[in-house]
């Protein structure tokens, strides 16, 4: 939903100036975005001194929360809450600036307001995944200086790369407080800390209460679909896995663990199918602009592998070299057993190609994304 010159220019400048001021006192960091070696700078507002933050608090009450309101259905009507608020900046004037990986943030309600004019700055935009099969332009930006772009929080985006200029944006995270959504997310957030402690069982238990608050949500069923295969319960987490690529066809990850899902139930074609998707998904997502990313590694590897066992060693290779360079450009940290993994089976196939190995001992199995990684914990905005 886009909503049209909801900052006045005064504000817009004073936002600017005490985030200015706050840069000029603090060294850069971040808990919330990533790369900020590339040309990034953020503030929150809670750092900000409090005649500012009120000014402004003020304001998105009076003036972005009833366009909220008024855009939510009933069922979906709740008091609204800042969870919280940021200034960033990305600055490509030396040299490109990073956007933001592919990720969700964590609260209900995201809300992207230009601090810059669309002309002070080439590429950037958020890019949305769910937008490619239609006609529309998959990376949006906000129309004018002051106007802003607002979407569910969980539904996932990505940060496109700036090419040149400074481009600021104001963010503001809100929560539903009470509504179903907002509990759907709640339950969903406390399943991921389970999944991470390797509690399936409980997992499932919050999800599918989650589920039936919020019963179209992927993501949900994406999670679900990892407990069942951590559990080895093949079936469940194909059928969760088919209903997360229904709701969201256009999820490299999604499509990624459908593979493996499908491979668990022996539909080795079918799983080759899925993994191959997944790639085009994640070259997509590239060639809008996005941070490369472990989507395209591991599936990559996922689908060397299983070619392997068709005695395809070439095009394994070709697969792997392609999933090397992704290790190798991407600035996010890939887990160090994924990257081993690219790098055994690499030599691998390439010994056996050149007629120095055993065909019938391919070293690995496929690997699943499981979406509650460090990337789906943050709360950053493109």
């Not at 081993?340 to 089976?345: A, I, Q, Y």
């Amino acid at each position: 939903m886009h909503i049209s010159k909801v900052l006045p220019p005064d504000l817009i400048s004073q936002t600017l100036s005490a985030a200015e001021e706050f840069h000029s006192k603090h060294k850069p960091k971040s808990e919330l975005t990533y790369t900020l070696q590339f040309g990034q700078k953020e503030a929150h507002l809670a750092d900000l001194p409090p005649s500012f933050s009120n000014l402004l608090h003020n304001h998105i009450n009076s003036h972005i929360f009833p366009l909220i309101k008024s855009a939510l259905p009933l069922s979906y009507q709740a008091n609204l809450n800042i969870r919280d608020s940021i200034i960033i900046q990305y600055d490509a004037t030396k040299q490109p600036s990073l956007g933001q990986p592919m990720h969700a943030d964590k609260s209900t309600i995201s809300v992207n307001i230009a601090l810059s004019p669309p002309t002070s700055f080439t590429g950037g935009g958020t890019f949305f995944p769910d937008l490619l099969p239609t006609s529309q332009n998959p990376v949006v930006l906000p129309s004018s200086l002051g106007s802003g772009i607002i979407h569910l929080s969980s539904r996932r985006h990505a940060g496109v790369s700036l090419s040149s200029g400074v481009r600021s944006i104001l963010v503001i995270f809100i929560d539903l407080i009470d509504s179903p959504l907002h509990q759907a997310l709640e339950l969903q957030s406390e399943a991921s800390a389970l999944i991470r402690s390797s509690k399936h069982a409980p997992a499932i238990d919050l999800l599918t209460k989650s589920l039936s608050l919020h019963p179209l949500d992927p993501t949900a069923y994406h999670l679900r679909s990892a407990c069942h295969l951590s559990l080895r319960s093949p079936d469940l987490a194909l059928t969760d896995c088919l209903k997360a690529a229904e709701l969201s066809p256009n999820d490299a990850r999604i499509r990624n663990d459908l593979g493996v899902a499908l491979q668990k139930k022996g539909d080795e074609e079918g799983a080759r199918r899925a993994w191959r998707e997944a790639i085009r998904l994640f070259d997509e997502y590239n060639n809008h602009g996005c941070i490369p990313a472990i989507e395209g590694v591991s599936s990559r590897l996922n689908l060397a592998v299983s070619i392997s066992y068709l005695d395809d060693f070439s095009g394994a290779v070709s697969l792997l070299e392609r999933a090397a360079e992704l290790v190798e450009e991407s600035c996010l940290e890939v887990p160090a057993k994924l990257k081993n993994d690219v790098e055994e089976m690499l030599v691998f196939c390439k010994k056996v190609r050149m007629g120095l190995g055993k065909k019938s001992t391919v070293i690995l199995t496929a690997a699943i994304l499981i979406p509650s990684s460090s990337l789906e914990s943050c709360k950053s905005q493109s």
